[in-house]
């Protein structure tokens, strides 16, 4: 600020006016943030950094609005705490009878408007860069959710890798080389390439499912009569284990799956090798064949690491 | 107004000529609103704790991975009953079924509800429904279990098969007609049966949010009662409303079920903000601070509540507009100003920490950090990667036990004594109230780190190395401790059952039409009316040198009712 306040009348008008902006700009300030900040050194709040381009944008929402959240909650509390502390009863006296305070309450009705509204507005750009989609990405997979398994086939691949809950997931890859650790291995393998685009088309074969990759901060339905399409782009190869996160019944608990991804490279072996297998994952009826070649490429990676 | 003519008859009192049976007859035919309203909180109670002993034993089972104490079909049907019945069978029929209709007759200064058998076919809908949501833990296939939601087509005939499913959706459909004929009810009497002098603006502003829910109730039950018709007709009528096979869609019971869903929480959360509202200003000594604005304030929630409902669908992904986002994030506006509202009635006063004012100290707090994540909840990026974790489950949880349980027992403890005529004992509740705001916080808490961490919800269990064995015990243990200050509560009312000690009329000195009467009201409620100038008629009658001032100094309702209260039956009758 360049003016100094004088204490003359005509100088007091506009230190007004930039104090006032700076009191309704505060808490934008707080939310921009996280922008300012480029995001690495936000802390994570117990969440994930997103592993992807896109769950890491939904991650910088996440915690600046944490932050803004913080502030908010912290000053309500202390306002709490304080009218509970100090105003507690002590004498029979009767206290001032007061009920409204006008401005006041147009005071506490703008700025949480204010708030709101820069919240709408990072949520917006957040949205549009989460859900938008390439239109040449890398590879594409189909995704098609059921009680109680996945199934991912590769369009135009002949390839398909299939797993059910029901059977007891085997987190030991074909070489004997063990996906560690196994907890993050349950269930069929996703496998993509890291450091481009996967098109995924998710659809249910039957009740509400949802695909729900934590790492990547992201999930959504698999929903009968409706096909979902979405990016991720992950950043560095790796494992990370998956979970169906809509009700879908009996064995839900245990619907899991985990997205490989492999450095491009040895992602195109693998889809070479999936092809060059005699008998196509997607004539097999059983799971017997995918639930043992899933370890495959978690083992490839772990020997990428 | 015709009406006006009807109340000298109350003014006047009916003195005890009227009494009717008594015992169990008393129960099963009385039309009285106060006997209908603690029928009704009775058999909610008892259901919440059958829900909440529900509770412990998924979270027993949570305690560990590879929990082998339920099976999965076991712990699907206790999560999907504990939910049911908290949410459709206690929270709303305690509150608009339970209280309201103790109460708001009472505030209103009227001598029963406006339609006394509609009242009391309300209440036997609503008991036959409670035990026909029960009775599918005796069929063979077992209790509904399809999470409280129901989403189609997992509850259709072939995914849901059973009778379990089919009580559940004929106890909604029992339950949601009780809804609507409680709401047409409470609507009725607020507009039409308030005592002379009582303008809409000196309404309790309890009574103020029973109306905006029966509202709501009148626009939300009626989509729930028609989703649940809709859903029947696909198991049994072989109609494809919801079912892809025949060209129907599944997705539209979503947007039904919200539709409901979304004004229903508003149906739960209102009627407790409004306890919290006439209670706080009792134990302050001061009048409610911006009393237009809360009101205000709870008309604009009920208003965007209506427009919030696909929120709750943003991983849907056919819903990905930001209008939703918007409205919902806007609801968080009211919601500021309702705490702004509450903490300006503390401000200068002298609070005293009567048990019903820990309660609301409880409340305050535990909302605060529910509306907090809720706000986070409404922007659909972060809704992305919490959706359908425990994240959400802490979230609503603070939510509704802040609301149904920690205000919901504020007003039990408040108006006890106006419903029993008896006291209850101070130093139990207080108990009560401690171990339940340490287990609340210390079950909730982990709940968000556990969502954060990627634990999904409704999972029967989970397995180890994922570091969510120590959160979930300590859940775990805040949630036996919740369990054990519920037996202090039960304590404290056997001991004011064996040992009454008188209440008054007035114990708290507070400020309503109710706690002018005696305790317990007698057969029409009045035998006297105060002239109502204010929001706080009895406050004014008791303390006429210390009313209210409005902002401007001036004090209020001096200028235009002072003749008018005179003559339509002021104090000195």
Known sequence: MTDKPTGKPADQAPHKGSSLLRRYLGPLGILALPLMLGGCTLPSFYGFRGATKQGHDSFLLFSGTVIAAIVVGTIVVLLILWAVLRYRRRSDEMPKQFQYHIPLEITYTVIPILIVLALFGFTVVTENAVDAVSPHPAVAVKVTAFQWGWRFDYSGQHVSVLGETTQDPDPVGLNGRPCAPAVDCLGPGLVMPAGETTRITLVSADVVHGFYVPA???????????????????????????????????????????????????????????QASSQPAASHPAASVASSRQGSPAASVKAAA | MTLLAEHPAVLHGHPEHHEGPTGVLKWLTSTDHKVIGLSYMITSLVIFFIAG?????????????????????????????????????????????????????????????????????????????SITMLMGFFTAGGAAAFAWVAYAPLSSAIHSPGAGADLWIVSLLLTGFSAVFTGVNLVTTIFYLRAPGMTMFRLPIFTWNMLVTAILILIAFPVLTAAMVFLFADRHFGTHIFSVKGGGVPVLYQHLFWFFGHPEVYILALPYFGMVTDIIPVFSRKPLFGYKGMVFATMSIAALSTGVWAHHMFTTGVVLLPFFSLMSLLIAVPTGIKFFNWIGTMWRGQIRFDTPMLFCVGFLLAFLMGGLTGVMLASPPIDFLTHDTYFVVAHFHQVLFGTAVFAGFAGFYFWFPKMFGRKLNEPLGKIHFWLMFIGFWVTYLPMYVLGLKGMPRRVATYPSGLGWHLLNQVASLGSYLIAISFLFFLWNIWTSWRHPVAAGANPWDAHTLEWFTSSPPPHHNYLKLPPVRSERPTWDYFHPDARTISHNGRRNGHVKVGAEVGSTGGSDQ
């Open chain 1, 216 to 274: 990547f901060n992201f999930s959504r339905y698999a929903l009968p009569g409706v096909t979902n399409v979405f990016d991720f782009t992950v950043k560095h190869p790796g494992i990370y284990r998956a979970q169906c996160t809509q009700f879908c019944g009996l064995y839900h608990a245990l619907m899991f799956f985990h997205v490989v991804a492999l450095p491009p490279a040895q992602f195109r072996a693998w889809l070479r090798s999936e």
């Open chain 2, 53 to 129: 002993g529900m509770a412990i034993l998924l979270r027993v089972q949570l305690a560990s991975p590879h929990s082998s104490l339920l099976s999965l079909q076991q712990y699907n049907e206790l999560f999907t009953m504990h939910g049911s019945l908290m949410l459709y069978l206690f929270a709303g029929p305690f509150a608009f079924g339970g209280l309201a209709n103790y109460i708001i007759p009472l505030q209103v200064g009227a001598p029963d509800m406006a339609f006394p058998r509609l009242n009391a076919l309300s209440y036997w809908l609503y008991l036959t429904g």
